[in-house]
């Protein structure tokens, strides 16, 4: 039996206990013993060598005179905090990795890593002298010394073990984190851990039994809007890092000139600047630089501090964040080419920024092309955002935007007059002493990054500690709420995302007569056309000039043929050819008094629920499932995805993802859903869990409402573990058939099966197809057959089919035959709207095998 869901009863979570920890760490052994070593035996190597770690270190110039460094150097530290930091890194992370893959296969990853690591990082200074300027001539000196590389490396390696969503992430995240201090920061340290881990992720597979394969790059759309809001992240904490490292030497290093270049002056040196006619730039540029305090800085990072915001709102798919990356990435674009430009004239260097960018065009023997290509890195980015704005579709509620930018418009003008107003009163503590027109003009600044106005002189600067946070805090306080507020807008509930439109569609749904299919309007990707009378509406999209609707209307039963002819006509004037898909016999037996063709494209499977006991031989296998499950601790429980405990909602994710990588090609849409139509509060989930809150397998089920109350469910997504119970979806339907027949609700839809005849029609099972049928029959049944190993969707109805449903067919119906081309490929498009080129040669590598074989088994 299922139960539902107490969304106020919290997972329980697995915490150690201070009196836990000594036996945690002792089934890490291996980490145990370089915990030793590193704060042991590194203090003795030191008062050994008065102090001088370089014969252990690693540095570009060790080997080989001083081959052991490739394993010493990870022992040994520069100072006592660099030792301290790696003991707890490898107590947070080496322990947990060890007792993952186990000591054996750690000491393996840990040794491969760190001399793969030093080696190569060797390697490529040596190759890269002469290539890339005066980057590697820099960091040949440098030194490394550490357990970061090998705890890389290990972590790498443990990912081959981890589910497909975190397996992706932590590589995705380690390697973006390790590659964005390399390019930035650029130190002979960075490259060892960058190699290491790149080590690490080759090994892994080795030590797991299997071997390395290609990454694989499809992911549900959910997980590509965390990928790219992960790498907007990476590129948005990378200038900022160089612009506080001290020796920023990496190859990117130079966009930092974008954001800041502030150095500290104090005011004897503003003033002495200052007190000398002819210095009268260098002292405004000072000035301009003594503001640089914590509001200078915070105001000369806003870029980076924006896009992080916004990188939360791209991995949610807000449709307003993916807007404003691509804004700030186009502006940071148009001021790099501007800046190239700048410094490319022979009058470079006319403001701090163009000064620092020649600085490290000099850096780079000289070479533009060391300093432009760097600059184009917001180009591809916003490059990237463009080529997938479909990922991005979630809308806020309406008004959202609208009430956000009255509250920044009222936020800036009060802060406006309470900055003229003290700044007025205190007009003394300034230097020279603004009047009031002076101040107004000095309003917008207050509100803009520091680093995009280097170029200009300060009007005045501030003196006292009370008019220096006047000065900063107004930039400080408006940004910090505009952040906030703009936070805010991403963290409301994504079911608001709706149009009006939609609104009005979901009124129509819950209070008129709907079908089982009726619900997969409201999901993205639909237009909406409602018939005069406001009672009735058809979803469709317009894909190369076919309206393709997705079911019939939707509303009073008595209106819908009236409605089928009304949206014809609504199509022929607009030169669309209509085409209603997935439709029931009533409309087919109506559009084809109308001269219409038809062809059947799915089979429902309905299940009434009146007499459901799932008793006799004919329902062994269900019955068998569920008692399985009661052997196995695991139960049904019934919640919605935005209900569910975090913990519940990950395992979702973890198995969403699992299933997508198998399948070597994007999810589908159209009538098939995804996460994101999962959350929804109207749609329901039933997840199989165990005791230890393990989610075993996931169905959502869309509502079913016949005059304004729910009378069935329809099964939508459905997908489990690899490592889950057996037969755990059969016992998730048996299940919620149980639970919905004790609700009252009268039926349940196992959903359709596109491309599948019914059992036992003859279809499916080998034979050819019936001569007699139309050409568009035989072809939907050849094409049945041969994405069968794809998608499966025979096996699938053959799966439904232990639950001795009722089997409802669905039809295809169009005007003009000489429209087949086009319909064909308005449905491939509307079911794979983002497929990719080496995607689709993947389908059709797939796709060709199978025919392949059904020849071969024709001429046997």
């Not at 291996?30 to 070593?37: N, W």
């Not at 008019?467 to 910090?480: D, P, Q, S």
């Not at 190369?544 to 509303?555: C, R, S």
């Not at 359709?752 to 059992?759: K, N, S």
């Amino acid at each position: 039996m299922s139960t539902r869901w107490n969304s106020a009863e919290n997972v329980p979570q697995k915490r150690w206990r201070v009196g836990q920890i000594p036996g945690i760490i002792a089934t890490a052994p291996v980490t145990v013993m370089c915990i030793i070593v590193v704060g042991v035996f590194g203090s003795v190597v030191d008062g050994l060598s008065g102090g001088s770690r370089v014969p252990l270190a690693a540095t570009a110039r060790s080997f080989p005179e001083h081959w052991w460094v490739l394993l010493s150097s990870a022992f040994v530290a520069r100072n006592p905090t660099s030792a301290l930091i790696g003991i707890l890194l490898l107590l947070g992370v080496g322990v947990q990795v060890e007792r993952r893959i186990g000591s054996r296969r750690f000491a393996l990853a840990a040794i491969a890593g760190q001399v793969v690591g030093v080696a190569a990082a060797m390697g490529f200074v040596s190759v890269s002298a002469g290539v890339v300027g005066e980057w590697v001539g820099q960091i040949s000196g440098n030194v490394f010394a550490g357990p970061t590389a090998f705890v890389c490396a290990t972590l790498m390696a443990s990912t081959a073990s981890m589910t497909t969503l975190w397996r992706r992430r932590i590589r995705l995240g380690v390697f973006a984190l390790l590659l964005l201090l390399a390019l930035y920061n650029g130190g002979f340290a960075d490259l060892v851990r960058l190699f290491a881990a790149t080590a690490g992720a080759l090994i892994g597979p080795l030590l797991s039994g299997r071997r390395p394969r290609t990454p694989h790059p499809v992911g549900s759309r959910h997980e590509r809007r965390v990928l790219i809001a992960l790498l907007v992240a990476a590129t948005a904490i990378g200038p900022v890092v160089a612009g506080l490292a001290p020796h920023a030497v990496g190859p990117l290093s130079v966009l930092r000139y974008l954001l800041t270049n502030i150095q500290p002056v104090d005011p004897e040196t503003l003033k002495t600047l200052c007190s000398y006619p002819a210095l009268a730039r260098d002292c405004a540029a000072a000035g301009l630089q003594l503001r640089a305090g914590a509001g200078g800085t915070f105001m000369a990072v806003l870029p980076s501090f924006l896009l992080l915001l916004l990188a939360d709102g791209l991995r949610r798919g807000r449709r307003a964040a993916w807007a404003g990356t691509l804004v700030i990435q186009a502006a940071l674009s148009a001021i790099a080419v501007a800046t190239i430009i700048a410094v490319l004239q022979p009058t470079a260097g006319e403001t701090a920024a163009a000064e620092g960018l020649a600085a490290g065009e000099a850096a780079a023997h000289g070479h533009p092309l060391s300093l432009v290509l760097p600059l184009l890195l917001p180009l591809l980015l916003a490059v990237l955002l463009w080529s997938r704005r479909k990922l991005f579709s979630v809308r806020a509620p309406h008004g959202t935007y609208r009430r956000l930018a009255a509250l920044i418009a009222v936020l800036a003008a009060v802060l406006a007059l309470v900055y003229v107003g003290a700044a007025s009163a205190l007009a003394q503590d300034f230097n020279p002493a603004p009047g009031l027109g002076e101040i107004l003009a000095d309003v917008p600044d207050r509100f803009l990054p520091l680093a995009y106005m280097f170029d200009l002189t300060p009007a005045f600067v501030p003196l006292s500690p009370v008019t220096v946070a006047l000065y900063e805090g107004v930039g400080i306080v408006f940004w910090a709420v505009t952040g906030a507020a703009l936070l805010r807008t991403f963290l409301q509930p994504a079911h608001n995302r709706h149009s009006l439109d939609e609104d009005r569609a979901r009124a129509i749904i819950k209070t008129q007569d709907g079908g089982t299919l009726s619900w997969m309007t409201t999901w993205p990707g639909n237009r909406y056309w409602f018939a005069p009378e406001g009672q009735s509406f058809v979803a469709y999209r317009v894909i190369g000039g076919i309206a393709l609707t997705l079911g019939p209307a939707v509303g009073p039963l008595r209106d819908r043929e009236k409605a089928f002819d009304e949206f014809t006509a609504h199509c022929t004037a607009n030169g669309w050819s209509p085409c209603f898909y997935s439709v029931p016999q009533e409309v087919k037996d109506h559009a084809s008094g109308r001269g219409w063709a038809g062809v059947q494209v799915a089979q429902e499977t309905i299940l009434d629920l009146d007499n459901v006991t799932f008793k006799g031989k004919k329902f062994q296998d269900i019955r068998t499932a569920m008692n399985n499950a009661a052997k196995a601790g695991v139960r049904a429980e019934w919640t919605t995805y935005s209900a569910a405990p975090r913990t519940v909602q990950a395992q979702i994710q973890e198995i969403s993802e699992e299933w997508v990588e198998d399948k070597s090609i994007p999810e589908m849409g159209f009538t098939l859903g995804s996460l994101d139509e999962l959350d929804d509060p109207e749609v329901r989930c039933l997840v199989a869990i165990d005791k230890d809150k393990k989610v075993h397998a996931v169905t959502s089920w869309l509502p079913v409402y016949r005059g304004g109350a729910i009378i069935g469910w329809t099964l939508d997504l459905i997908r489990r573990r690899s490592t889950a119970m057996r037969a755990s979806a059969e016992f998730l339907i048996a299940s919620a058939a149980v639970s919905l027949r004790d609700e009252g609700c009268t039926f349940i839809s196992l959903s359709g099966a596109p491309l599948a005849p019914p059992p036992g029609s003859g279809s499916g099972s080998g034979s050819e197809p019936d001569p007699s049928s139309s050409t568009m029959d035989r072809f939907l049944e050849g094409l049945g057959s041969t994405l069968e190993p794809v998608y499966g969707f025979r096996s699938l109805l053959g799966f439904k089919s232990k639950f001795q449903p009722r089997f409802v067919p669905l039809y295809m119906v169009y005007p003009d035959p000489a429209a087949l081309p086009a319909i064909g490929r308005a449905v491939t498009r509307a079911y794979l709207p983002e497929i990719r080129f080496e995607q689709g040669l993947s389908l059709a590598r797939t796709l060709l095998q199978s025919m392949v074989s059904r020849m071969r088994r024709r001429r046997r």
